[in-house]
């Protein structure tokens, strides 16, 4: 491998790596707004995300803990 292909290579294990970051932060920051809306009684705000129903279970059995 060429140095710069090296760096290229790099570059882009290290965006994957701040992008599964994120991707898990963003999680969290979902589940605390869901558990948030949960104690606060407000049932408008859904969460948009594909598996906010399993989410949605897990912070219930958590809560009722």
């Keep these: 491998m060429r140095r710069g292909e090296h760096d290229i290579h790099l570059a882009l294990r290290l965006d994957h790596h701040a ?11 979902v589940a605390c707004l869901i558990a948030y809306t949960r104690v606060t009684g407000n049932e408008g705000t859904k969460p948009a995300r594909k598996h906010g129903s399993r989410l949605q279970h897990e912070i219930n059995n958590n809560i009722q803990k």
């Design 19 to 29: 992008g599964v970051f994120v991707v898990h932060a963003g999680a969290a920051i």
